[in-house]
């Protein structure tokens, strides 16, 4: 976006070819749609990113609804639209190509391609049900669902997905869907009455576990008694203090022959007796008896002791009692507290519901408040002073009014000053603790603040970094990327360690300073140019000059991937696109090397093994790498009787100011070649002509001929490689056009 007047850069977007600009005319132009070739990109007017759709084919035109949250548009066969949020559907089909116009209410005007105005009626019902759920007006989505059949799986599936299944609630009848829906939104009483219905196992596990989540133990207990489950029910009655019912549990276990049940609740109880019992019973005689002079039960001791014999076990003289702690607070007959909440949608569906009715006729005053003479506040004054039924009888009051029909007995009540300077009285809360408002999240600052990738991935926004990725460098290979992601997702955050019950504290770490605070901050980034330079000349380069081939791939391969998430200022992004062109070059010529050695062993590809030497020393490598191709290139040559290229390879060779052993062997070679200046073996090389070696098939790629290159390493393949993989970068499409990699905000 361009200011004319200041001539200056106001805002920026980025985005592929974009051909139209379609601006919404309510709410001072408040959005605008970019349309594309095949592509509709929504955002506002300061060019903030709010949603981009796809389409399959061309779109034709669009034009923005009434209300401006909408945009209509069309494409060969049909008519569509697209919510600000990004959700889109169909709206009709077409029977012709037409171009939108404009839009009012359910008419849609267009020409069609002769010229002629046409209009489109189109049924609105589910964009605006869309539109008025996102909006939060319960009432027009109320309104729609009673006047419409929309109401359907297909809705119900939308509603949940956009994270409104308290209204889905309001509109479904069936007890399964409705017992899930509630479940979803934490609705408990709506679960309760659904599993009545349904009376299923399954359902009431799951209303239990949502119900133990909320602390509504009294839910859960029904829940574990409908199932059975009289080990938890057992423990949900120890936490809660509720040791009534757990003699109860204790009772039930003996009437099931439940050997297990009956020891863990009189260990729950601290029933000592009972223990000793059930030990007895299952023929733990020895350890009934430690346990009985542990307690102290001496009857129950040397009743055992006469059963047992002689071979009394010995006790331990520092044995200790097994008793629970005595329950302080018996929290049986009370949930958990919670916190005020705003209305649910239930609960807005309701109050719509309510006001929608008629209101009530109003009842005069008399009919509902007679008899207040009954107190006989006045003693003095007879106790039939008032009319029958609390009426107030003609001359009672013996009312004199003025003229203007009004009385001075209620004078100067508006004589008060002062009050619109007096203090608000403070709100209270009626005891409940409500929580500060969540202020807005660092990632979502952060994606506000760039349009760089790398600053999406910091704030954890992947979907919409591969989105400018794609766009930029037309990535469609994610996976090589993906430890980049985590790492700098992971490290654009500290972790502050708090107490041990409580969680980690997430702190943002920001690379500028704004006088906005965290409002105008950006994420910290652990990348930056300088390191790459490093292990480009510490690891890369080395390893090449070592010959350790597979190594140097890794390295440069690493380097060229952390090249997208740099950020740089415009001055070192020259240095950034060197660096980019020395990774390209280096793992171009490495691959045709290390398959040229694969080659090496087979002597049916003698001639494939002297080309893709040849191709070798044409990458733009550095001049001890290149000699060391040269003088490989030059060997390979020469023993293939290929003299005219060994000599070719010899004399660039020397250029290069060799060594002095390699440079005799060079002018050896030379002059041995002098005498034989033909090769014996026909080779695809022409070294006069310039060209570019294809990344797939490695051949050349002459001066002149078809080329595709990859949009982010610029590599250069045959066309017939066009829709592939860059097998040098191995993430974007060869031939993808783009819009160019981004690394600098722009500051204006």
């Known amino acids: 976006m361009y200011d004319v007047q200041q001539k200056r850069t106001v805002a920026e977007l980025t985005t592929p070819f974009i051909k139209y600009a379609i601006w919404s005319t309510s709410d001072n132009n408040a959005n605008v749609a970019l349309i594309g070739k095949d592509a509709i990109i929504i955002s506002n007017r300061k060019l903030d990113h709010l949603c981009t759709v796809h389409e399959t084919i061309r779109i034709k035109s669009g034009c923005w609804d009434e209300t401006g949250n909408v945009f209509i548009y069309n494409t060969l066969n049909h008519v569509k639209y697209c919510l600000i949020n ?13 171009y939108i116009t404009g839009v009012k209410g359910n008419k849609v005007f267009c020409l069609d391609r002769e010229v002629k105005n046409r209009v489109l009626s189109i049924d609105t019902t589910e964009y605006m049900f869309k539109l008025a759920l996102l909006k939060g007006k319960y009432g027009e989505v109320l309104k729609m669902v009673k006047e419409s059949n929309l109401i359907g799986q297909a809705i119900i599936g939308y509603l949940q997905k956009k994270g409104h299944p308290g209204v889905a609630l309001c509109f479904v009848r069936d007890p399964k869907t409705r017992f899930n829906l509630a479940l979803e939104c ?137 008793q629970p702690p005595v329950p302080i607070m018996r929290l049986h007959d009370s949930n958990w507290p919670l916190l005020n909440v705003g209305k649910s949608a239930l609960d807005i569906f309701e109050t719509d519901k309510l006001g929608a009715a008629e209101a009530p006729e109003e009842i005069p005053a008399s009919a509902g408040w007679g008899g207040e003479d009954e107190l006989d506040l006045n003693p003095s004054e007879p106790a039939g002073a008032a009319g029958e039924g609390g009426e107030w009888e003609e001359g009672d009051l013996n009312l004199k009014l003025d003229k203007e029909g009004e009385g001075n007995g209620w004078e ?43 600053d999406h991935v910091a704030a954890g926004s992947f979907e919409s970094a591969m989105q400018i990725f794609h766009q930029q460098i037309g990535v469609v290979n994610f996976a ?39 409002r105008g901050s950006l994420p910290a980034l652990t990348t930056n140019l300088a390191s790459l330079i490093d292990k480009l000349k510490s690891s890369a380069y080395r390893a090449t000059t070592e010959g350790k081939f597979g190594d140097s791939l890794t390295h440069f391969t690493n380097i060229l991937h952390s090249i997208p998430f740099l950020v740089v200022d415009k001055k070192e992004a020259k240095e950034v696109k060197e ?44 001049p001890v790498h290149l000699m060391l191709a040269l003088r490989s290139a030059m060997v390979i040559s020469y023993k293939a009787n290929c003299f005219a290229a060994a000599s070719s390879f010899a004399r660039r060779l020397l250029e290069l100011n060799p060594k002095p052993d390699i440079a005799t062997q060079a002018r050896q070679v030379v002059k041995a070649c002098e005498s034989k200046p033909n090769n014996d073996i026909k080779i695809n090389y022409d070294e006069r002509n310039p060209f570019a070696t294809c990344g797939i098939s490695y051949v050349p790629i002459y001066k002149g001929h078809p080329v595709v290159q990859c949009p982010f390493c610029e590599t250069s393949f045959l066309p017939q490689h066009k829709g592939q993989v860059c097998s040098t970068c191995q993430l974007s499409e060869i031939g993808k056009e783009s819009s160019g990699l981004q690394l600098f905000i722009s500051r204006n």
Not at 220 to 241: C, D, H, P, W
Not at 446 to 451: A, D, E, H
Not at 598 to 613: G, T, Y
């Open 480 to 518: 090589p990327l993906k430890p980049f992601f985590l790492s700098i997702s992971t490290s654009a955050k500290a972790v502050l360690n708090g107490i041990s019950t409580a969680p980690s504290l997430s702190i943002p770490l920001n690379r500028t300073q704004s006088e906005l605070g965290l």
């Open 579 to 622: 660096l980019l062109d020395i990774c390209r070059e280096y793992i171009l010529g490495l691959r045709m090397e290390v398959h040229r050695k694969e080659l090496a062993a087979n002597p049916s590809e003698k001639v494939r093994n002297i080309e893709l030497a040849a191709y070798f020393t044409h990458c733009n490598l550095q």
């Open 86 to 98: 990004g959700d889109n559907g169909i709206i009709r089909t077409l029977d012709t190509p037409v």
């Open 186 to 322: 934490g609705n408990l009483e709506e679960a309760l009455e659904s599993a009545k219905q349904l009376d299923d196992k399954e359902c009431w596990y799951r209303l239990g576990l949502e119900a133990l989540r909320q602390g509504n133990h009294q839910v859960v207990e029904m829940a574990y008694q409908k199932t059975r489950n009289f080990e938890r029910l057992s423990f949900l009655y120890l936490i809660t203090g509720n040791t009534d019912k757990l003699r109860k549990m204790l009772k039930i276990a003996e009437m099931r022959a439940d050997v297990m049940g009956r020891f863990h609740n009189s260990l729950f109880l601290g029933d000592a007796q009972e223990i000793v019992k059930i030990m007895d019973e299952v023929g733990q005689t020895g350890l009934a008896y430690i346990g009985a002079k542990t307690y102290g039960l001496e009857e129950a001791a040397a009743a055992l002791a006469e059963k047992i014999g002689a071979d009394l076990p010995d006790v331990p003289l520092e044995g200790t009692l097994l």
């Open 412 to 454: 100067g009540m508006d004589a008060l000053e002062g009050l619109d300077s007096a203090p608000a009285a403070p709100k209270t809360s009626d005891g409940y603790y409500v929580p500060p408002t969540p202020g807005t999240n660092i990632g979502q600052i952060w994606t506000r603040n760039s349009r760089l990738a790398v």
